[in-house]
């Protein structure tokens, strides 16, 4: 099993409610991530979990909140999210975070839409 | 910190070659990757160079990396319609912890 599974694939919320993303490997990887990528742009970097430990929050929003509740499972939790925050949210996973080639598999991602 | 940059568009017919260019300023760069994005989706991963060589070839694709100048493309010989996508190019850094840097990335058409 060499890939990476996100749930929903399409999620429509206001800007009152508290939804969660799911992302999931059966791959053996301990490092996870969470990626944010608007229209016509790259992704963007949000946390990355190495071991289940948050390792790095590039200074988001403490209305998104990451989760790893296992090496195969990354959640990331929403509430009173704004509308600039609709996006395409992607995951992916490596073996590891250190040493040397460590492909990052991403993936499908989670449309987000905040109305 | 890395910044990558990549030309927004490109245009070719089927059949003939496509060329998409890619900058980096990080000369520490380790690992220097191409990912495919079709509408919708996620990112795929087509193909990665390390820094130490200057060529790798991959059926229809090329990489051809110049460290000195900082640049790295990706040739796609024999582009077909199923390649329109849009490509970007990717950077780890040796103090980086394998996060990726992204390029602004290029949407290449293909013109049957």
Not at chain 1, 52 to 57: D, R
Not at chain 1, 67 to 88: G, M
Not at chain 2, 55 to 75: A, C, E, G, P
Request: proline share 4%; net charge neutral.
């Amino acid at each position: 099993d060499t890939e990476v599974t996100q749930t929903p694939k399409h999620l429509v919320m206001g800007m009152t409610n508290k939804k969660s993303l799911k992302c999931e490997q059966h791959m053996g990887h301990r490092a996870m991530y969470w990626y944010k990528q608007k229209a016509k742009k790259p992704p963007e970097l949000m946390f990355v979990y190495s071991y289940e430990k948050l390792s790095i929050n590039e200074s988001v929003p403490s209305r998104f909140s990451p989760e790893c509740p296992n090496s195969s499972l990354l959640n990331l939790h929403l509430h009173a999210l704004q509308p600039e925050d609709s996006a395409l949210y992607l995951c992916a996973s490596s073996l590891t975070r250190q040493g040397s080639y460590n492909e990052q598999f991403f993936g499908p991602g989670t449309r987000l839409t905040v109305l | 910190g890395e910044d990558v940059e990549q030309s927004l568009f490109l245009s070719v017919r089927e059949g003939d070659s496509s060329v998409i260019n890619c900058t980096y300023t990080d000369s520490s760069s380790t690992y220097l990757y191409w990912y495919k994005q079709e509408p919708g989706a996620g990112l795929q991963l087509l193909t990665y160079i390390f820094s130490n060589m200057d060529m790798k070839q991959d059926q229809r694709l090329t990489v051809l990396l110049n460290k000195k100048d900082k640049h790295l493309s990706l040739r796609i010989a024999d582009t077909q319609t199923g390649d329109s996508a849009i490509y970007f190019c990717a950077a780890t850094t040796q103090t980086g912890a394998n996060n990726l840097f992204f390029g602004t990335g290029t949407r290449l058409t293909v013109i049957p």
